[in-house]
Antibody, heavy 124, light 107 residues
Framework: QVQLVQSGAEVKKPGASVKVSCKAS????????LHWVRQAPGQGLEWMGW????????YYEQKFQGRVTMTRDLSIDTAYMELSRLRSDDTAVYFC?????????????????WGQGTLVTVSS | DIQMTQSPSSLSASLGDRVTITCRAS??????LNWYQQKPGKAPKLLIY???TLQSGVPSRFSGSGSGTDFTLTISSLQPEDFATFYC?????????FGPGTKVDIK
Protein backbone atom coordinates (compact mmCIF):
# COMPACT_ATOMS: atom_id res chain seq x y z
CA GLN A 1 0.00 0.00 0.00
CA VAL A 2 1.11 3.57 -0.61
CA GLN A 3 2.97 5.08 2.36
CA LEU A 4 4.87 8.28 2.96
CA VAL A 5 6.90 8.13 6.17
CA GLN A 6 8.49 11.33 7.41
CA SER A 7 11.37 11.97 9.75
CA GLY A 8 10.91 12.87 13.39
CA ALA A 9 10.31 16.13 15.18
CA GLU A 10 13.00 18.80 15.19
CA VAL A 11 13.83 21.74 17.46
CA LYS A 12 15.90 24.48 15.87
CA LYS A 13 17.17 27.91 16.82
CA PRO A 14 16.29 31.00 14.79
CA GLY A 15 18.60 31.35 11.79
CA ALA A 16 19.30 27.62 11.55
CA SER A 17 18.17 25.20 8.83
CA VAL A 18 16.05 22.06 8.98
CA LYS A 19 15.86 19.14 6.57
CA VAL A 20 12.76 16.93 6.64
CA SER A 21 12.69 13.59 4.85
CA CYS A 22 9.77 11.75 3.25
CA LYS A 23 10.28 8.08 2.36
CA ALA A 24 7.89 6.68 -0.23
CA SER A 25 6.83 3.07 -0.60
CA UNK A 26 4.09 1.08 -2.31
CA UNK A 27 4.30 2.90 -5.65
CA UNK A 28 6.84 3.97 -8.27
CA UNK A 29 8.61 6.91 -6.66
CA UNK A 30 9.39 8.65 -9.96
CA UNK A 31 5.81 8.30 -11.19
CA UNK A 32 4.23 11.01 -9.04
CA UNK A 33 5.08 14.56 -8.09
CA LEU A 34 5.36 15.35 -4.38
CA HIS A 35 4.05 18.43 -2.61
CA TRP A 36 5.09 19.99 0.67
CA VAL A 37 2.41 21.60 2.83
CA ARG A 38 2.80 23.11 6.29
CA GLN A 39 0.41 23.86 9.12
CA ALA A 40 1.22 26.27 11.93
CA PRO A 41 -0.25 25.42 15.36
CA GLY A 42 -4.02 25.85 15.28
CA GLN A 43 -3.91 27.21 11.74
CA GLY A 44 -4.84 26.09 8.23
CA LEU A 45 -2.86 24.43 5.45
CA GLU A 46 -0.19 26.33 3.53
CA TRP A 47 1.26 24.94 0.31
CA MET A 48 5.02 25.36 -0.08
CA GLY A 49 5.74 23.89 -3.51
CA TRP A 50 6.12 20.76 -5.54
CA UNK A 51 8.98 18.46 -6.43
CA UNK A 52 9.28 16.06 -9.34
CA UNK A 53 11.33 12.99 -8.34
CA UNK A 54 11.63 12.18 -12.04
CA UNK A 55 14.23 14.74 -13.02
CA UNK A 56 14.43 16.72 -9.80
CA UNK A 57 12.53 19.78 -11.02
CA UNK A 58 10.88 22.06 -8.50
CA TYR A 59 8.33 24.83 -8.13
CA TYR A 60 8.42 26.89 -4.96
CA GLU A 61 5.68 29.14 -3.68
CA GLN A 62 6.96 32.71 -3.92
CA LYS A 63 6.86 33.19 -0.16
CA PHE A 64 9.48 30.46 0.31
CA GLN A 65 11.73 31.13 -2.66
CA GLY A 66 15.32 31.61 -1.58
CA ARG A 67 14.79 29.68 1.66
CA VAL A 68 13.46 26.29 0.58
CA THR A 69 15.19 23.49 -1.30
CA MET A 70 13.51 20.24 -2.35
CA THR A 71 15.65 17.27 -3.36
CA ARG A 72 15.56 13.50 -3.51
CA ASP A 73 17.65 10.34 -3.21
CA LEU A 74 16.46 7.89 -5.83
CA SER A 75 18.44 5.01 -4.28
CA ILE A 76 16.15 5.04 -1.22
CA ASP A 77 12.96 6.56 -2.69
CA THR A 78 13.19 9.52 -0.35
CA ALA A 79 12.40 13.19 -0.85
CA TYR A 80 13.75 16.02 1.28
CA MET A 81 12.61 19.53 2.09
CA GLU A 82 15.18 21.88 3.57
CA LEU A 83 14.14 25.26 4.98
CA SER A 84 16.85 27.73 5.91
CA ARG A 85 17.09 30.94 7.92
CA LEU A 86 14.38 29.69 10.24
CA ARG A 87 12.18 32.14 12.15
CA SER A 88 9.76 31.57 14.99
CA ASP A 89 6.82 31.76 12.58
CA ASP A 90 8.20 28.72 10.73
CA THR A 91 7.11 26.62 13.71
CA ALA A 92 4.67 24.21 12.11
CA VAL A 93 3.93 20.64 11.14
CA TYR A 94 5.38 19.95 7.70
CA PHE A 95 3.67 17.38 5.46
CA CYS A 96 4.73 15.73 2.24
CA UNK A 97 1.88 14.61 0.01
CA UNK A 98 1.69 12.73 -3.26
CA UNK A 99 0.11 14.20 -6.36
CA UNK A 100 -2.49 11.72 -7.60
CA UNK A 101 -1.60 12.03 -11.31
CA UNK A 102 0.41 9.08 -12.62
CA UNK A 103 3.07 10.77 -14.73
CA UNK A 104 6.72 11.63 -14.62
CA UNK A 105 6.09 14.95 -16.30
CA UNK A 106 2.81 16.43 -15.11
CA UNK A 107 0.68 17.01 -12.03
CA UNK A 108 -2.88 17.97 -11.11
CA UNK A 109 -2.59 19.23 -7.53
CA UNK A 110 -4.84 16.55 -6.06
CA UNK A 111 -3.06 15.26 -2.96
CA UNK A 112 -4.13 11.66 -2.45
CA UNK A 113 -1.63 10.32 0.10
CA TRP A 114 0.03 12.25 2.90
CA GLY A 115 2.91 11.67 5.25
CA GLN A 116 2.23 11.70 8.97
CA GLY A 117 3.77 15.15 9.40
CA THR A 118 6.94 16.43 11.04
CA LEU A 119 6.76 19.04 13.78
CA VAL A 120 9.47 21.68 13.44
CA THR A 121 9.78 24.00 16.43
CA VAL A 122 11.85 27.15 16.09
CA SER A 123 12.77 28.61 19.43
CA SER A 124 15.72 30.34 21.05
CA ASP B 1 -3.34 33.97 -6.38
CA ILE B 2 -6.82 32.50 -6.04
CA GLN B 3 -8.29 33.09 -2.59
CA MET B 4 -10.54 30.48 -1.02
CA THR B 5 -13.12 31.19 1.67
CA GLN B 6 -15.30 28.77 3.64
CA SER B 7 -18.44 29.14 5.68
CA PRO B 8 -19.19 28.60 8.38
CA SER B 9 -15.81 28.58 10.14
CA SER B 10 -17.28 26.16 12.66
CA LEU B 11 -20.53 24.40 13.35
CA SER B 12 -22.05 22.16 15.98
CA ALA B 13 -24.18 19.26 14.85
CA SER B 14 -25.74 16.09 16.21
CA LEU B 15 -25.34 12.53 15.05
CA GLY B 16 -27.55 11.90 12.05
CA ASP B 17 -27.72 15.57 11.03
CA ARG B 18 -27.30 16.69 7.46
CA VAL B 19 -24.35 19.07 7.29
CA THR B 20 -23.44 21.44 4.48
CA ILE B 21 -20.19 23.40 4.17
CA THR B 22 -19.67 26.08 1.57
CA CYS B 23 -16.48 27.04 -0.23
CA ARG B 24 -16.04 30.04 -2.50
CA ALA B 25 -13.19 30.90 -4.88
CA SER B 26 -12.13 34.44 -5.71
CA UNK B 27 -12.35 33.64 -9.42
CA UNK B 28 -13.79 30.88 -11.52
CA UNK B 29 -12.03 27.55 -11.10
CA UNK B 30 -14.42 25.37 -13.12
CA UNK B 31 -14.58 22.13 -11.11
CA UNK B 32 -10.94 22.15 -9.96
CA LEU B 33 -11.98 21.89 -6.33
CA ASN B 34 -11.02 19.26 -3.76
CA TRP B 35 -12.13 18.55 -0.19
CA TYR B 36 -10.03 17.17 2.67
CA GLN B 37 -10.89 16.00 6.18
CA GLN B 38 -8.40 16.46 8.99
CA LYS B 39 -8.66 15.05 12.50
CA PRO B 40 -6.56 16.44 15.37
CA GLY B 41 -2.93 15.37 15.18
CA LYS B 42 -3.41 13.64 11.84
CA ALA B 43 -2.66 14.40 8.23
CA PRO B 44 -5.44 15.60 5.93
CA LYS B 45 -7.33 12.93 4.02
CA LEU B 46 -8.65 13.42 0.49
CA LEU B 47 -12.44 13.06 0.41
CA ILE B 48 -13.61 14.50 -2.90
CA TYR B 49 -11.81 15.73 -5.99
CA UNK B 50 -12.93 17.53 -9.12
CA UNK B 51 -15.77 19.03 -7.07
CA UNK B 52 -17.92 15.91 -6.96
CA THR B 53 -15.88 12.71 -7.40
CA LEU B 54 -15.64 10.61 -4.28
CA GLN B 55 -12.14 9.35 -3.49
CA SER B 56 -11.88 5.56 -3.28
CA GLY B 57 -12.88 4.24 0.13
CA VAL B 58 -14.75 7.37 1.24
CA PRO B 59 -18.29 6.69 2.49
CA SER B 60 -21.14 7.65 0.20
CA ARG B 61 -22.67 9.95 2.84
CA PHE B 62 -20.11 12.50 1.65
CA SER B 63 -20.93 14.38 -1.52
CA GLY B 64 -19.72 17.49 -3.30
CA SER B 65 -21.19 19.85 -5.83
CA GLY B 66 -20.62 23.15 -7.54
CA SER B 67 -18.66 24.77 -10.32
CA GLY B 68 -17.23 28.16 -11.12
CA THR B 69 -16.82 29.94 -7.80
CA ASP B 70 -19.30 28.28 -5.42
CA PHE B 71 -19.02 24.77 -4.03
CA THR B 72 -20.57 22.68 -1.27
CA LEU B 73 -19.59 19.62 0.73
CA THR B 74 -22.51 17.72 2.21
CA ILE B 75 -22.55 15.00 4.82
CA SER B 76 -25.96 13.37 4.57
CA SER B 77 -26.05 11.81 8.03
CA LEU B 78 -23.31 12.79 10.44
CA GLN B 79 -21.45 9.87 12.04
CA PRO B 80 -19.19 9.90 15.14
CA GLU B 81 -16.04 9.57 13.01
CA ASP B 82 -16.97 12.65 10.94
CA PHE B 83 -16.18 15.21 13.62
CA ALA B 84 -13.14 16.95 12.16
CA THR B 85 -12.01 20.01 10.26
CA PHE B 86 -12.75 20.17 6.54
CA TYR B 87 -10.70 22.11 4.00
CA CYS B 88 -11.39 22.96 0.38
CA UNK B 89 -8.50 23.40 -2.06
CA UNK B 90 -8.39 24.80 -5.57
CA UNK B 91 -6.31 22.84 -8.10
CA UNK B 92 -7.02 25.20 -11.01
CA UNK B 93 -3.72 27.05 -10.99
CA UNK B 94 -0.49 27.43 -9.09
CA UNK B 95 -0.07 28.24 -6.35
CA UNK B 96 -2.71 25.82 -5.15
CA UNK B 97 -4.53 27.33 -2.19
CA PHE B 98 -6.65 26.01 0.64
CA GLY B 99 -9.65 27.45 2.38
CA PRO B 100 -9.31 28.36 6.07
CA GLY B 101 -11.22 25.29 7.21
CA THR B 102 -14.56 24.44 8.80
CA LYS B 103 -14.54 22.69 12.14
CA VAL B 104 -17.43 20.32 12.77
CA ASP B 105 -17.97 19.37 16.39
CA ILE B 106 -20.58 17.71 18.53
CA LYS B 107 -23.62 19.67 19.65
Amino acid sequence: QVQLVQSGAEVKKPGASVKVSCKASGYRFTGHFLHWVRQAPGQGLEWMGWFNPNGGTTYYEQKFQGRVTMTRDLSIDTAYMELSRLRSDDTAVYFCARDSYVSGTSLIYILDFWGQGTLVTVSS
Amino acid sequence: DIQMTQSPSSLSASLGDRVTITCRASQSISTYLNWYQQKPGKAPKLLIYAASTLQSGVPSRFSGSGSGTDFTLTISSLQPEDFATFYCQQSHSAPTTFGPGTKVDIK
